[in-house]
């Protein structure tokens, strides 16, 4: 079955760039959307963005100007870039599928989460 | 500040039946914009409960249900079983944001 697996650095300083990465396992990155969502400690889910397999993207407007997200189909992952990283950017980050040929919108795969903190 | 607001928590004895409310407006679930909802139980992933309002993916239990009315929806538990506690939250998308919103979120506490 498809699974998904974030990577990236746990620590990221204040006005630097977080980079993260989801790898696709078990199933093709293609014809799918492709999400970050994130969870600061103790509150609820954010979407962040996503990215269709082509390549096309919609991101969250409250992060809009902070936010790349990119894909690779030959290594089947994609990628999340957040610049100019403050506190309230530490969070627990998501990526997820959206298959919309069985689901709709809505997101049907979800990766583990890796935790994200962002201080000096 | 989500735009879709659900009850900060519900509990119930096991067996009982919980209900989860999840107040939108017209440019979200009042707009048509399919309703999903997500378990997310300690140090798991989020796991897709309903799509579209009231579909259940393969191999989530016929004890969870949902429904929609006007500018909000619902998600039922019924069977409460202790493997249940956990925070639930709902998604839609709203055209004033441009983009996919989630609820809340309300924690479920089996008694």
């Known amino acids: 079955q498809v699974q998904l697996q974030e990577s990236g650095p746990g620590l990221v300083k204040p006005s630097e760039t977080l980079s993260l990465t989801c790898t696709v396992s078990?199933?093709?990155?293609?014809?799918?959307?492709w999400s970050w969502i994130r969870q600061p400690p103790g509150k609820g889910l954010e979407w962040i963005g996503y990215?269709?397999?082509?390549?096309?993207?919609n991101y969250n407007p409250s992060l809009k100007s902070r936010v790349t997200i990119s894909v690779d189909s030959s290594k089947n992952l994609f990628s999340l870039n957040l610049t100019s990283v403050t506190a309230a950017d530490t969070a627990v980050y998501y990526c997820?599928?959206?298959?919309?040929?069985?689901?709709?919108?809505?997101?049907?795969?979800w990766g583990q989460g890796t935790m994200v903190t962002a201080s000096s | 500040q989500s735009v879709l607001t659900q009850p900060p928590s519900v509990s119930g004895a096991p067996g009982q039946r919980v209900t989860i409310s999840c107040t939108g407006s017209?440019?979200?679930?009042?707009?048509?914009?399919?309703v999903h909802w997500y378990q997310h139980l300690p140090g798991t992933a989020p796991r897709l409960l309903i799509y579209?309002?009231?579909n259940r993916p393969s191999g989530v239990p016929d004890r969870f249900s949902g429904s929609k009315s006007g500018t909000s929806a619902s998600l039922a538990i019924t069977g409460l079983q202790a493997e249940d506690e956990g925070d639930y939250y709902c998604?839609?998308?709203?055209?004033?944001?441009?983009?996919?919103?989630f609820g809340t979120g309300t924690k479920v506490t089996v008694l």
């Open positions: 997820a599928r959206t298959d919309t040929s069985m689901v709709a919108d809505a997101f049907d795969i």
């Open positions: 078990g199933g093709s990155i293609n014809n799918y959307y």
């Open positions: 990215i269709y397999s082509s390549g096309s993207t």
């Open positions: 017209s440019s979200n679930i009042g707009a048509g914009y399919d």
């Open positions: 579209g309002h009231i």
């Open positions: 998604q839609s998308y709203d055209s004033s944001l441009s983009g996919y919103v």
